[in-house]
């Protein structure tokens, strides 16, 4: 739907109010005059100057491991966004045993908690303060920082941007005329930028180059995302292993580019024969799993595929008589730069 010239003026007009309140905000923080708390680990942040999904969740993912790997025990600190917990920091997974729901702590923690066994995840509006419970009483020695890159009281050893090379600036206007957060000069706190979802055999470096111009020395690593896995949920509530190959299906999402969730199914070969697309962290109701199942009566489909965020925000037997597979994403980094970057950061600031 074309947007009309007053509503875009209109938009045009709060977005450079909401400027001014962004750099404002930086501007506080920049001259100490907002304060800004330390904790005794390091902290390392990943997060997008963007609106929407950039690959945050898989990318804390990916670096939990590598940090894992390497012998350190991770806390990960998480905002708990469409949670319903409001109150002091929650323990969403000890590293062995979850603790709570997604209904609770919100999909994001629930997703990480499963694929990141041995991390502490913890949920809080106040991640100063989940920082410094967590500190009190674990033996974690690394905190990563979720979707941190605008939650400037809490100090940081490596801020970490994440950059979608499918649409990298959000049409270059802050919020509600577009997609920016901050403005693009605001990648001068980065120490380095991912670019998330490349593909081999792309060249990337005129994007590089637009970074460069914006802070010359910083380092620029590539990412890609491909399909781990998917599985089905049998009768006895258990997840088993499934092929996606020539899966004809209905696929739905509620996630902020359900498009690249849906295209990188295409690319594994997967019969998508109808999309849904919900709200980001959509919460799905009786009234959406009627028109999904409607939707797959017509076109006589008895297979819907989704991704493991969406699970969580589906209740328990949700759609009873489909087929209900899930699918996990994996984050991988090009080379072995960003690892020996964590490395030294880790040796660094670790007392």
């Not at 920082?145 to 802050?174: A, C």
């Not at 969580?312 to 489909?322: D, S, V």
Request: hydrophobic share 40%.
């Amino acid at each position: 739907m074309k947007m009309s010239p007053l509503i875009r003026k209109f938009l045009l007009v709060i977005s450079k109010g909401y400027t001014v309140a962004v750099s404002i905000r930086n501007r506080l923080f920049d001259k100490g005059w907002l304060k800004i708390h330390r904790l005794r680990n390091p902290v390392i942040s990943i997060g997008n100057l963007t609106l929407g999904g950039t690959g945050k969740t898989p990318a804390v993912i990916e670096i939990g491991k590598i940090l894992q790997r390497s012998g350190y025990t991770v806390s990960v600190l998480l905002r708990g966004y469409k949670g319903n917990y409001g109150g002091n920091p929650l323990l969403v997974s000890d590293g062995k045993d979850l603790k709570t729901t997604s209904l609770v702590a919100g999909d994001e923690a629930l997703v990480i908690a499963k694929n990141l066994p041995g991390a502490l995840v913890t949920v809080s509006k106040d991640r100063v303060k989940a920082g410094k419970w967590v500190e009190q009483w674990s033996s974690a020695n690394i905190h990563l920082l979720d979707d941190g890159f605008q939650h400037r009281k809490l100090y940081r050893s490596l801020n970490l941007l994440l950059i979608d090379v499918t649409n990298p600036f959000g049409s270059e206007y802050l919020f509600p005329a577009g997609f920016l957060r901050e403005p693009l000069k605001e990648l001068r706190r980065a120490d380095a930028v991912i670019l998330t979802r490349t593909q081999n055999n792309v060249n990337y470096q005129p994007l590089i180059d637009q970074l460069h111009f914006l802070k010359s020395d910083i380092p620029c690593f590539l990412a890609t995302q491909s399909l781990q896995s998917a599985s089905e949920q049998s009768s006895q509530g258990t997840l088993l292993s499934f092929p996606l190959t020539g899966l004809r299906a209905l696929a739905f999402a509620g996630i902020a580019n359900p498009n690249q969730f849906f295209e990188l199914l295409r690319k594994y070969q997967v019969d998508i024969t109808k999309t849904i697309c919900f709200r980001d962290h959509h919460r799905y109701t009786p009234r959406d799993l009627a028109k999904i199942q409607k939707q797959c009566q017509e076109l006589k489909i008895n297979t819907v595929i989704t991704t493991e965020k969406d699970a969580e925000n589906l209740p328990a037997n949700a759609l009873n008589g489909l087929r209900v597979v899930t699918v996990k994403v994996n984050f991988q980094f090009n080379g072995s730069g960003l690892s020996q970057m964590l490395s030294r950061t880790m040796k660094a600031n670790l007392k």
